[in-house]
């Protein structure tokens, strides 16, 4: 009796299991689809291996558990959002992180010579960390268009705004960029 | 005027206009570059810009590890559900490597297909286009000089000059 109802209860969790499966298959569904794409643009906004996958974990963690399992009507927009929300906190956690570890870094104490600023990675860097500290419109916009070179079009469907609005985000972000870049060279 | 042509004729003038700003108004205009040359304040913000590009182009030809992608899906589907990690397509989705895309991979292709598209097309227009055009206006010009010649000289002559058929024309060769 007792062994019938465990092996009621397997076939039972199996055939739940097996629900849930077909239920949530789109999860790797869209990871096929958009994973290269996503780790593309996770790469660029951050720079490190490891940040990437554990960003990219969290991201379709949060498709998985978005609105108890159920799909969203946009993925792409959601994912790529989501992703860029991740990363962005991420990078931010690793900016503050390294501003406490050594104050000189952004403090702008330190010199900037002329064979540092042509320094890729010095260059990257800062980028990264001006980005961080764009207005959410604006970075969202700079990162799907310059980082993730997804079109006007398809940035506007991803943000719920027209391509011209997207454009304009576009041009205004790389002012105050361009400002800050410039900004950082005076110091 | 139909919907079609107003938007095809309003996306031609939005590309006019386009150039026309970018030639006037565009980083290459000799009146900025004037500008620039003399303004250290301008030359300060140009050269940040620059900065800015070169900073985005530095962080885009960064590559990354192959095995990436493989990791974090594997990383990712560790988190998900028992059933879905034990799905086949996970496993596939465990050792997947980026792949290029179709328009990447057949790019080297096409100014070769370019080329033979164009091949194609000078044929069909010899075949049915341009060319036959051509070939009948010559026809009717023809015709019409005859004529003119028949009128002023008589009909002997006129058929002599221009005969009616090729084996006329090889006749007199």
């Not at chain 2, 990383?75 to 596939?92: F, M, T």
Request: net charge positive.
């Amino acid at each position: 009796m007792f062994g019938k109802t465990v092996s009621y209860g397997l076939l039972w969790d199996f055939a739940v299991s097996e629900a849930v499966s077909e239920d949530q298959r789109w999860i790797l569904s869209t990871m096929h689809k958009h994973g290269q794409a996503l780790i593309t643009v996770l790469w660029r906004i951050l720079g490190n291996e490891q940040d990437v996958c554990d960003a990219y974990q969290d991201t379709f963690l949060q498709l998985a558990h978005y609105e108890g399992g159920q799909r969203p009507e946009h993925v792409k927009a959601y994912i790529f959002r989501t992703a860029n929300n991740v990363a962005i906190s991420m990078l931010r956690r690793r900016m503050a992180e390294r501003k406490r570890m050594s104050k000189a870094i952004f403090t702008g104490k330190q010199v900037t010579t002329p064979a540092k600023e042509l320094d890729s990675k010095y260059l990257q860097e800062s980028l990264r960390c001006y980005i961080a500290q764009l207005p959410e419109h604006l970075r969202n916009v700079i990162t799907l268009r310059d980082l993730a070179e997804l079109s006007y079009a398809q940035i506007g469907r991803i943000l719920g705004i027209s391509a011209a609005t997207a454009r304009v985000y576009r041009c205004k972000a790389l002012q105050i960029l361009t400002v800050w870049m410039g900004k950082e060279e005076e110091k | 005027m139909t919907g079609i042509n107003k938007n095809n004729k309003c996306r031609r003038i939005r590309g006019w206009l386009s150039d026309a700003i970018s030639r006037h108004f565009g980083l290459d205009a000799s009146w900025l570059q004037k500008h620039i040359t003399n303004c250290p304040r301008c030359q300060r913000r140009l050269l940040s810009y620059g900065k800015v590009n070169l900073a985005i182009s530095a962080i885009k030809s960064q590559p990354h590890k192959l095995d990436l992608l493989m990791c974090a899906n594997a990383q990712a589907i560790g988190v998900l559900k028992h059933s879905l990690r034990r799905a086949q397509k996970a496993k596939k989705l465990r050792t997947i490597r980026p792949e290029p895309k179709l328009r990447e991979r057949f790019g080297k292709y096409a100014s070769s297909t370019a080329n033979i598209a164009a091949c194609i097309a000078i044929m069909l227009l010899m075949k049915f286009g341009v060319f036959s055009s051509m070939d009948t206006f010559q026809t009717q010009g023809q015709k019409v000089i005859k004529q003119y010649y028949a009128s002023r000289a008589g009909d002997d002559l006129a058929d002599e000059i221009f005969p009616t058929d090729t084996n006329s024309l090889s006749n007199l060769i």
